[in-house]
Structures are given as structure tokens and as C-alpha cells.
């Protein structure tokens, strides 16, 4: 479902995606072996600049990379600022010899502060999918160009009126025998492809994504490189259409585009050629399997998951920094102002998400952690673990950005009238994550693909079938809530005891699990099409895909504390974990009273018991979102700011505003001057 | 608590306050009847053209304002466009003599496109404030220079460092009786001017908020009228700085502004004195009472009411008309891509939200109603309903508020891609409301306001007293909730029964009234201070609130049926009333159950019928979108398009975009051109 449209978007994902490449160039995976490898340079340079001294401060010294407020430059300078950038920072990685693919996308995320760039699918898709898809032919005559920036490269997928649902894309490639050519289509509006970064003004090339003809036969989706602009003039090339898609809500800084083609003709050899072949009579081979590009998928959404944290955790260094500087209104009668983190709404909305950010965090790294593992299984051949991790993959990208996007407009209300302010840095933060809620994967799709999974493992458990890894539960749930009717079955919740709550969560999971399958089983039984069945079910699916990703969050939080020694943070985290398991369960009591997981007492119990976790929390809460540790410089807020220095900082920035360069603003004279003598 | 604070932002109301002010002037408040009126051909016009043309259609037809998309602007070209199109309407308002306040509301929201503008503050704040707080003397002095736009003012209340509560704003004006001069001072960073709207460039007053001090007593808030900008250069003033408080999240239109006063005299007739006053001497004369600030205060609470319902009814529009024109994937195999609005995820996403944007029309509408009733009762002296319209307007300003926020969101997310896309106008409706939720007074102070109405309600209650009015629920409440112990009362539901829900509602509120009203008792037996029992119940009192003003909309919803004679509208409104009721239940089951007031199997019966539910709005969905009645000319929505001719205008606007203006972007010459000869 929209594979790699992330990456259409923006290249966040860039160095991991290199490194992955660079993997598979060192020989682990020798079956997919590229001809040509990142030059050696970049590799395997034993030591760089960077281990001496972070990218951080590498960057941040660099006078190059110094540059006036993004928010004080209209969207066209802000896209000429990121091409400048850009350019800089391709020459100083070579000129560093900066070769560890980490290392590149730290660098790269200095020097763009966390925001997307015109290059990003260039270095993110362009020349991995060259690496990955490219014939050696091919690969000797675009690698070096791309690698060399005269080919500069996109990757157009998504089109106007389809994304979601690739198999409905409506370009078309047809190939002419007599010319041995392919002619390259945008036979409606809706085709036009719509989106891909970097499409509309810096790359001269594009791999496109359209439905092959040959022998006049639809093979369905294949890539193709297409020339868009000259070499030379970057002009666009004759029956090409190319541009900018207009502004959107955020990514201002990255030239998202629109191509459309007519009759369109590229060489036969410009179609990606490792896999799928046309031969030069027009003969179509299928390609052996498609699981790479699966791995791929999987991987992406494993790092959106990370994203969801980082993104969180910037909002709540800002709003708990900022409510321990702001003081307001009275708590007691003739004393000063206290801060507003003393206030318990104040706590309760922002030491939940405080939670939430570390509980992501460690997700994400188990995440990272169960690819790689799992990545070490498939280059052995074993696949075993691949549907699981596409699901648990599928689900957790989705219930940590929406948790995540609901988050960081939290923490913006929270700082009052300045969080509205672009200096606050919370607006920017909203429109740069929010866009992953929707790419690589809508999320409500991503949550029903996950809830394929769990439907289809109840179904084995209550066949008797032993299931492995992380839905197991779903046997032994499966024989406690058959055994037990709702109302004798005991209470189970210990509700100061994490590992009872871990309990709890998996038991709501399972419940939900078996209503949506139930709903499925009844709609059948209706006689209605398992399509219609399944369409009908879909809110209890994705309410079951909801309870078990909040379920593998709590899980993967409790185990995270038993990997810390140190009995200050073990301590510090242990609240965390207790109060993110709390809240979960006062934020979704029904579910649990349902389960008959938990008494009406016990609910009040909860909310008592959160309230003095709340008031524990708050005596470290600035230095847990300090041990986030983000530099001032990138998290780039005025009411983030470590040093607590706020208002004269925020009078420094507002002078520097465009309205104010000078003091009367031309439309006094241009319009109220006249309009007074008129009156 | 920030009275007026949204009209510091901008001048939303304009209209209606001028109604109220207009009200007055026509003598239905003798007692405070000022010396001003608005001018006779302003109020006195018999028909104007908006009486034969609605305003849209006038403005919409009218050549001076067209204009390009203001996506396509930088900041400093939106406000100078702004600027130029207020400035037009004042001319054309007085051209075509408009004089109905409403009518002038609607015509300034279709000139601006309900997006707020730099005069608003004059128009919404600095006059009525001048009618309202002037001495005759003054009026003379400023209401027509103020009316011809010589003087352009605005009302600057809150400071750096102080919003919501206005006690604690450092702005001093110290009496100095040799001069019979006012100094006006910003003695600390904190306590610089900002978010005023119109301050930053376009402003040459200032109504300012200050501490007063004469005789070396301070005697707290006043208002004085500042000069800050020369009437004849517009250049600032000596001991005035003054400016522009740099890009926001929205509102870009609007220079609001800072304003920072160093010994800035003006002459002791700029206090405002109607009510207060300072003599020659430096004697202080008290005001005889503030309720009247106090009724603007809750009217404008009120407006914003009818405002969450505007601009979710408009998101709704949006995604539901696109949601019937995007295809997408596959629900049978082999058949067309359906509508997404057919899959009942997406149903389930904005069929609520529909229901949510009628519910709160009803609310809007009875609001207004409710302020105009109690309006002549106090005109009559009898200020006994105040109070709870008091409580009742910050609660539902928050409630309101809330859910449209997400809600907006919400539709801008089902819209996929596209949705980020500004053509679409949803990023605008969003970065334009959310404000909402911190102007006028912050919404979790303001369910804490409602909240300390309600528990002085229960404890009335509980002592015997007889409540009126809409909290009266709570004798019934508290008769019933001591009568029986929860295990044994019988379940109060029929889900299909609306009357029988409103009433679930009300138990439900009741009973979280009654926990916060023990939190707080408890706290209080821990011998807390009141401050510190208040503050560590505040999370509880906040529910409470909510499920009150929850119960209330509801209610009023149902009440708005019996109204309606249409059975068709009657229909289909009855069964948006239950999707709003039934999805409330769903959403907040463990209330419901830890109430009493459901069981179990009822909630699954609650499940069931919501997707029946769906299932019927679905056939109307559109119909009941149409009904809202906006114009594509005012909706500005690609997506959103009346015709559902969405594709080939998204591109036509896209060709438009800024960075389509050339072929070749100049930052090819200037970067990746250079680059490429280096590499």
C-alpha cells in the first residue's frame, strides 16, 4: 500500500537506507550484489571528522550553514536556501570524506535542522533503486552521473487520483518493437504523477512507475528512467510536463512536483532491467519474487516509529522547559505566580506524552533491532518472521504517529498564545511530522493490515494452532476467555504492578481480537462477501490492530526496564512506564470494565494513583526532556531554550521579522495615506 | 481571565459588537447610552444593496477584489493585500451605505474570506471601547478622527509575560500633577506589549491596559489611549518601540504586534474615564462596577460557539464531497475502485463529525438566543442569570473548541495526500480556528471556571437548596445517586431512544460532578488549603465540566428536533442526533459503565448500532454537507468543489504556484550547475 511514498515525499530515511545498500554492497547478501558500490572513498574511510567531533557541532560551527530564520523567507527562498545547502553539504561530505552512512544522515539532518530537501529522494531512492533494480549495463551508464550529481533523480510513483492502491496507477509504458523504444503515457488527468520530492524543479531525471504494455499486454507495474530536463539547460524536454505542485502545509523547503507525458520515448534499456525483462522483440520475463522490495517497506515504517519519538519528544522539551519558566495566575492568594508545571492539568496533559516519547523511543529501537535480526534470518533464506514484522510494522507506525500528531498540537496549546508563535518551533514540528500519518501507508490502512494478521492468528488458535512471537498471547487468551465467562472470571489488575498492567493490556487485546473476528464471523454468516464482511467489521478491526499495538508498547516498555542497571533512571523510567500504563487504562477504562479486566473502584483507584504520579514526575520532568538531549541549535525554539532565557530572546527574534525591515510598511503609503484624505 | 483577548488576535465579532453598541445607542440601555452614535447614515440607510443582494454575491462579482491565491504570497504581500482590501471595503461600505451591523460582518467575512485582517481591532475593539469607556469630551476628542480612519487603533492588553491572568500585567501609567500627565512605562522585558493585532505597523493608537498609579498608590487596571505613531509620518513616536511580533501559525494578515513604552507622556484627558476617573490633582475616583465587561466578555465566548461550528462544518464539507469523488483500492475484486466515502473507516471518521458540526450550530444558535434573552433582563436590572451563563459560555467555548480543533484535523487527514495540500484549504481552516483554543480565555481555565460553578451548584444541592436553570439536573441527580447504591439501579438506557440517552448524559455528568466535588472535600479534610485541594482535583473538575457541557449539547440537539415540522429534515437531523449521542457513549464507555448507566451487552448493542447508523447518513451525506450552504467561492477549496471537479483544477492551481513562474528555478544557475562542474 503506497510503498516508499515516504521517500517520495521527503528522504528522512536516506542514511538507513544507505546503509542497508552499503550491506548488501560488503557481500551479506551475495544474491543481490550490485555491480557498482559507493565509491570506495566514502566507505571506507577508517576515520572521518565526525568520529573526532559530532556532526552536530561540525555543522553548527560551519559558517557555511549559517543562515537567516526559515520562517522570516517566503517559500521560493526557502527551496533556494535548501538547494544551496544542499549543494554545500554534497561538496563538504566528500571534502570530509565523511563515509558511515549514519554519519551522512546525521550531517545531513544538522544541516536541514530535522526538515526535508530538494535532494532527499536523490540520495534516498534514486541511487539506492539504481543500486537495487539497475542491470550492470545500466548501472555503468547512470551510476556515476547520478552519483556525480549531472543526473539528478526523483522517484515518481503516486499520481493524482491514486495512491494507496498501486495497482490502479494509469501511466503507461508501451513498448515499440521498431524503435526499440519504450513511449511513456499520462493518458488522463488523474495519472499525471503528483508528489514525488524534488520532481518539480531540481531533477533532470525520474524513475517512474507505470503499467507495461508489450505484444499488447499489460504486465502491471514496472520502473523506468525517464529524462524530464535537458543536461544541458535544464529546460524540460519535449512532451514533458514538469512543475511544483503548489504550496502545502508545511515542507516548504522541497519542490514536490507534477509530470505529465505524451508520447514520451525513452531507450528499451532505460526500463529497470535486474528483475522483470523485455527482450528486443518485445518478449516479457517476470521477475523471480518480490520480497525485496517488502523488506524495504517493512524497514521504513520500523523508522517512522523512531521518528514518532523524536518528534514527540522536541514538542515536550519545548512545553515542559517553556511551563517551568512561565509563571501564571495565583495558586495561592498574595504569593508570586507559580510556575504553570504546577499546575495538575498542566502535568496531566504533558507527563503522559513525556511517557509516550521515551515508551516510543525504546520501541523504535526494538523496532530497528528486530529488522536487522530479521534481515540476518531472510539473507539465510528463512522469511519465517517476515509477516509478523510486516505487521507489527504496519500497526506500530501507525498508532505511534497518531499518538504522536495528537501529541505535539498538546504540547503547542499547552505554552498559551506562544506556542502559536514560529519562533516556539512547535508549528514547524506539527507540519513536518504530520505527513506521516499518511504516507508510506495511511494509517487507517496500515491498522487493517495489522488487523488481517490478528484475525488470521485467532483463527489458528481457536483451530488449536500453537502461534509464535508476539501474538502467542492469542493461544493462551483464547483458552482463558473461553474458559471463564465475563462476569465470575477474577480481577486480574494489580494496578501499581507494571508487569499486571502488561497483563491487562494483552487480555483487552485479545478481547478486541475475538470481537472483530466475531463481527467478521457474523457478517459472513449473513451471507455477505468477505469483502463486504470485512468492510463492515472495520472499526472493530481497527480498534483490535489499536489494543494490540498499545499492548506491544506496554510490553516493550516493561522489558525495557530490566536492561537498566543504573537504579536512578531505572527508578526515574519505572514511573514513566507506570504512568504511561495508567493512563492508557483511564483514557480507554471502557475496554477494560468491558474485559472485566477492572472493577468501578479499581477505575478510581487509577485516577488517585495517577495524580501522585503526576506530583513524582514533576520533580524531575526538566531533566528527563534534558536527557533527550537535543542541542539548542537544532531544536531551534525559543521557549525550548535551555538556559530558560525566553522573553528577551523572543524580542530579539520578533525585530528580525520582514514586516519589520522597515518602519512604515509601504502599505501605509500605498493605501491608508490615500484612504485618510478620502474619508 | 483574558477578557477580549481574541479581539487583541483579531476582530472576529466585529459585527456583532457593533450590534450590541448599536443596541445601545438606540437607546434600549438609557443608562449607558453614549455620547456618540455610530453615524446616522450608518444605522439609518432604510435599504441597502446587501438587502437586495447578499454580500457574497456583491463582493464575489466585485472586481477590486479579486486577487491572486494568498498561498501564493509571502507574508509581508498577504499583509500588504489585506491592508489594501480593508481599505477598499471602507470605502464601498460607506459607498453602497451599508449600515446593518450584520450585514457589515458578512460582507468584511467575504471580503477577507473569514480570515482575520489588520483593521479588525480598530474596527472591533478600538471604537466600540471608545463608545463604551469615553467621556463625552473624549468622544469628541477621538470617535471621528477614530471613525475616518486618521486615527487607526487598537487595544494592546496582553503582555510578553502575561495573559490569561490579567491581574498580574507590569504595564505601568504613573500621574505626574505637575504635568497633568500620565508616564507610561514597560519597566521589564515581561511586560512588553504583544499579540495585539494592528499594533505592529498599521496602528498610529493604542487603547493600552495599565496599572495606575497616582499619589503613590496603585489602583490596578486602566485603560489610555497611547499615540504611538505620528499622524502625519506614521513614523514611530520618541519612547515608543514598536513592531511586527513575527510569523505565526496563521494569521498571516495580521501585524500583531509588540509595543514597549519608555516615559511615554500623554495628557491625563487619554485615561478613559467614563467610569473611573483620575482629577487634576491626582484623586482617584473609583468605577461603580464592572458587570458590563463582564457580558462582553461571556457574548464573545458565546460567538466563538457558532465559530467551531462554521469552521467544522466547512472541514466537513471538504471531506466529504472529495470523499465521494476519490477512488480507491478495491472492495470487490475486479470491480471499480469505490468511493472511499463507502468504507466505513471513513464513515466512522466524519459522520460523527457532521453530526458534531450540526450539534454545535444548535448550540451556537441557542447561545446567541440565551445572550440576547438574559441581555434584556439585565437591562431591566435583573442580573440573576449571569452567573450561569457565565459558567456556561466558557465551558462550551472550551468544549466547542476542542473537538472542532481535532475534528479539523481529523477531516484534513481523510483527504489522504491532497489534504496537505493548500488548494485543499484545510491546512488554512486549521492554522485560522486553532487559536480558538487560547484566545478569550484559555480552555482548561475555562472548564475550571465552569467547574466552580457546577461544584457550588452540588453543594447547593446537597444542602436542600433548589437550583435553577440547567444545573437544576443536579437535585434530581443527587436524589437519585443517594437512592440507590450503583450495583443495584437499574440500567436508565434505551439506545435508541434519544430522550433516554439525553438523560443517560445527565446521570453522567451528575456523577462526575459528584467526584470532583469529593475530591475536593477529601483534600480538603487533608487539610489542604482550598488553593492546593483545588489545584490537586483539577484533572476530575475538568471532567466534570466536559461531561456537563457534553450533556448540554446533547440536549439541545435533541430540543432542536421538536422544532423542526419537515419530516424529511426531521429525519434525517434525528438521526444525526442519535450519531452524535450513541458515538458520545462509545467514545467515553467507562463513564457510562462505572455510572451505571449501561451494561456490557449494551455496549456491544452501542457498537452495532453506530455502523447502522453509518450505514443511513451515508445516503445523505452529501445532501446534508450541501445544506451548509458555502460557496466554492468561499469555501476555497479544491477538494471541496460543489461541481466534484476536483483533479483538473488541482492542476491548473498547481501551474499557478510561485515556483512555476519560471521554467528553470534560479537556483539551478546558482547551485546545481556549479556543483556539477565540480564533482
Excluded at 507506525?397 to 501529541?407: S, Y
Aim: proline share 5%.
Amino acid at each position: 500500500m503506497r510503498p516508499l511514498m515516504v521517500l517520495e515525499i521527503h528522504g528522512l530515511l536516506l542514511g538507513s537506507i544507505i546503509t542497508t545498500f552499503v550491506r548488501v554492497s560488503k557481500g551479506q547478501a551475495a544474491h543481490n550484489m550490485p555491480t557498482h558500490q559507493y565509491p570506495r572513498s566514502l566507505t571506507e574511510t577508517p576515520t572521518s571528522p565526525c568520529t573526532q567531533k559530532a556532526p552536530e557541532s561540525l555543522v553548527i560551527s560551519d559558517a557555511d550553514f549559517q543562515q537567516e530564520d526559515a520562517n522570516f523567507l517566503s517559500r521560493s527562498e526557502r527551496y533556494d536556501a535548501a538547494v544551496r545547502k544542499s549543494a554545500q553539504m554534497i561538496l563538504k561530505l566528500r571534502e570530509y570524506g565523511i563515509s558511515d552512512p549514519e554519519e551522512i544522515y546525521a550531517y545531513k539532518n544538522c544541516v536541514h535542522r530535522g526538515r526535508p530537501e530538494p535532494l532527499d529522494l536523490h540520495l534516498g531512492m534514486f541511487l539506492p533503486t539504481l543500486l537495487n533494480q539497475a542491470t550492470p549495463e545500466q548501472q555503468e551508464a547512470f551510476f556515476m552521473p547520478a552519483w556525480n550529481l549531472e543526473i539528478i533523480g526523483t522517484y515518481a510513483q503516486t499520481e493524482m487520483g491514486h495512491g494507496t492502491f498501486i495497482r490502479g496507477l494509469e501511466t503507461t509504458a508501451t513498448y515499440d518493437p521498431a524503435t526499440q523504444e519504450f513511449v511513456m503515457n499520462s493518458p488522463t488527468i488523474s495519472s499525471i504523477k503528483w508528489w514525488p520530492g524534488g520532481l518539480g524543479k531540481t531533477s533532470n531525471h525520474a524513475i517512474v512507475l507505470a503499467q507495461l504494455y508489450t505484444k499488447g499486454i499489460c504486465h502491471g507495474l514496472h520502473a523506468f528512467i525517464v529524462p524530464i530536463r535537458s543536461m544541458s539547460t535544464h529546460e524540460p524536454l519535449p512532451g514533458i510536463e514538469v512543475g511544483d505542485i503548489g504550496p502545502k502545509f508545511g515542507f516548504d523547503e522541497v519542490d514536490n512536483g507534477y509530470l505529465k507525458m505524451d508520447n514520451v520515448r525513452i531507450p528499451r534499456m532505460n526500463m529497470l532491467m535486474k528483475y522483470a525483462k523485455v527482450e528486443r522483440d518485445g518478449t516479457y520475463q517476470k521477475p523471480p519474487s518480490a520480497k525485496l522490495t517488502y523488506g524495504t517497506m517493512v524497514f521504513i515504517r520500523s523508522m517512522i516509529v523512531g521518528e514518532s519519538s523524536r518528534a514527540l519528544s522536541k514538542a515536550c522539551t519545548i512545553a515542559i522547559r517553556y511551563s517551568s519558566v512561565r509563571h501564571q495566575s495565583e495558586l495561592r492568594p498574595g504569593e508570586p505566580e507559580p510556575q504553570i508545571l504546577d499546575y495538575q492539568t498542566q502535568q496531566y496533559k504533558l507527563f503522559p506524552l513525556l511517557a509516550t516519547a521515551y515508551a516510543f523511543k525504546f520501541v523504535g529501537q526494538y523496532m530497528t533491532e528486530t529488522y536487522h535480526r530479521i534481515t540476518g534470518d531472510i539473507n539465510q533464506g528463512d522469511f519465517s518472521e517476515l509477516p509478523e514484522l510486516h505487521a507489527l510494522s504496519a500497526g506500530l507506525k501507525a498508532f505511534t504517529t497518531w499518538v504522536a500528531n495528537g501529541g505535539i498540537e498538546v504540547c503547542r496549546m499547552s505554552c498559551g498564545g506562544h506556542g502559536y508563535s514560529r519562533c516556539s518551533s512547535l508549528p514547524d514540528i506539527y507540519v513536518t511530522f504530520t505527513p506521516t500519518c499518511t504516507y508510506e501507508g495511511e494509517n487507517t490502512v496500515m491498522m487493517l493490515q495489522t488487523a488481517r494478521y490478528l484475525v488470521k492468528s485467532y483463527r489458528q488458535a481457536s483451530t488449536g494452532q500453537q502461534l509464535s512471537g508476539i501474538v502467542s498471547y492469542l493461544n493462551e487468551a483464547h483458552q482463558r476467555l473461553q474458559a471463564q465467562p465475563v462476569s465470575s472470571r477474577p480481577t486480574v489488575v494489580n494496578i501499581s504492578d507494571l508487569a499486571s498492567l502488561v497483563e491487562a493490556y494483552k487480555l483487552r487485546a485479545a478481547k478486541l481480537v475475538e470481537v472483530a473476528a466475531k463481527s467478521l464471523q457474523g457478517e459472513l454468516q449473513k451471507s455477505r462477501s468477505p469483502e463486504d464482511a470485512w468492510n463492515n467489521s472495520s472499526i472493530d478491526l481497527v480498534r483490535a490492530s489499536d489494543a494490540h499495538c498499545h499492548y506491544v508498547v506496554v510490553k516493550l516498555f516493561a522489558a525495557k526496564l530490566g536492561e537498566i542497571s543504573d537504579t536512578g533512571v531505572h527508578s526515574a523510567l519505572s514511573t514513566l512506564a507506570l504512568l504511561y500504563a495508567l493512563h492508557g487504562v483511564a483514557q480507554n477504562s471502557g475496554d477494560f470494565l468491558q474485559a472485566g479486566l477492572l472493577t468501578v473502584p479499581q477505575l478510581s483507584s487509577v485516577s488517585q494513583r495517577l495524580k501522585d504520579i503526576l506530583a513524582q514526575v514533576r520533580t524531575n520532568a526538566v531533566a528527563l526532556v534534558d536527557a533527550f538531549d537535543y542541542r539548542d541549535e537544532m531544536l531551534n525554539s525559543v521557549l525550548g531554550r535551555y538556559d530558560g532565557n525566553i522573553y528577551e530572546h523572543m524580542f530579539e527574534w520578533a525585530r528580525k521579522s520582514p514586516l519589520n525591515r522597515t518602519e512604515v510598511h509601504e502599505s501605509y503609503h500605498k493605501y491608508l495615506k490615500p484612504l485618510q484624505s478620502k474619508l
